[in-house]
């Protein structure tokens, strides 16, 4: 793996430098996809009220957490962050702090919030783009017709203004045998980095299977069932991510925290 810089912890212990204190923000609960996996809660997301991140909280939380953390960069996930209606406004109370951010997005309102990225192109870093697949079948298996689609687009968008992105992934059985496609995908649309989630329980147990067999994603579709044999394949990923991270250009590969 490229990203190997280790830092020795004071028991004499290693672990990865994640440089500087970052905050994460959860801008909003609510989401416009509804993929089964998803570890958000059901009701926060489609059926408590709409919850926004205050723009006034943030400020204050900005400014407390420069002075006492130093604080250089924030990220912001949810919910999908493109939601928050005053998304323009957050980048740009960061960038009167004198800060960084990044987000991450399922990349369907990407076009949407695309022209608050570009007036504000020194403040956001990068942008994290969520790929549940290969192709377009797989991807929007649980994400939804037309995620693909609009991800792609979004890929192209960054691609053409410069602007550097990432793809998250979270590993399940049905991704773990599209890994190596995936990254080829990743690196031919331009994206600097692919970084790869476990898979987290959600409520419901842990979600594991394509659960949306209809092709639409789907509050009536949990079927989160256990599988045992995703922890032994986990196991041979390591061999997997040096050998995709050989050909493929992407140039940093890890099992990644954060946007
Ligand atoms: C909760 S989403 C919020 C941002 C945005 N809506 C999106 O999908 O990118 C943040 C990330 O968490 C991942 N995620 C969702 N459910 C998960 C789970 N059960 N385990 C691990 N990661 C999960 C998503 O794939 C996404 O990359
Ligand atoms: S798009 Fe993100 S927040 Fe929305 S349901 Fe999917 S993983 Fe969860």
Redesign the pocket.
Same mark, same amino acid.
């Given at each position: 793996m490229a990203s190997t810089d280790l830092t020795v912890l004071e028991d004499g212990g290693r672990t990865r430098d994640y440089g500087p204190p970052r905050l994460i923000f959860e801008l909003t609960n609510i989401?416009n996809l509804h993929?089964s996996?998803?570890?958000?809660d059901e009701d926060a997301l489609y059926h408590t009220r709409a919850e926004f991140f205050s723009l006034e909280l943030f400020d204050r939380i900005l400014k407390e957490a420069r002075e006492a953390m130093g604080i250089t960069h924030v990220m912001f #996930? /949810? /919910?999908? #962050?493109t939601l928050h209606p005053k998304f323009r406004e957050v980048i740009e109370t960061v960038a009167a702090h004198g800060l960084k951010c990044s987000f =991450? #997005?399922?990349g369907w309102h990407f076009e949407r919030v695309w022209p608050a990225i570009s007036a504000n192109r020194n403040v956001v870093t990068h942008v994290a783009f969520?790929l549940d697949g290969a192709t377009r079948e797989a991807h929007d298996r649980w994400r939804g017709a037309d995620s693909f689609v609009r991800l792609v687009r979004a890929f192209s968008r960054c691609q053409h203004e410069q602007l550097p992105f990432v793809i998250?992934s =979270?590993l399940r059985k049905d991704t773990l045998p599209q890994l190596e496609q995936m990254a080829i995908f990743g690196a031919r649309m331009g994206a600097s980095a692919l970084n790869f /989630?476990?898979?987290?329980p959600?409520s419901s147990g842990f979600?594991t299977g394509p659960a949306a067999a209809s092709g639409q994603t789907s509050a009536s579709t949990s079927s989160r069932n256990a599988d045992p044999t995703v922890s032994l394949r986990l196991l041979c990923i390591d061999n997997l991510l040096e050998y995709g991270g050989d050909h493929t250009g992407i140039r940093d590969w890890g099992l990644g925290i954060g946007n």
């Open positions: 989401c993929c996996y998803c570890l958000r #996930t /949810g /919910g999908e #962050t =991450v #997005t399922n969520s998250k =979270v /989630g476990h898979l987290l959600t979600a």
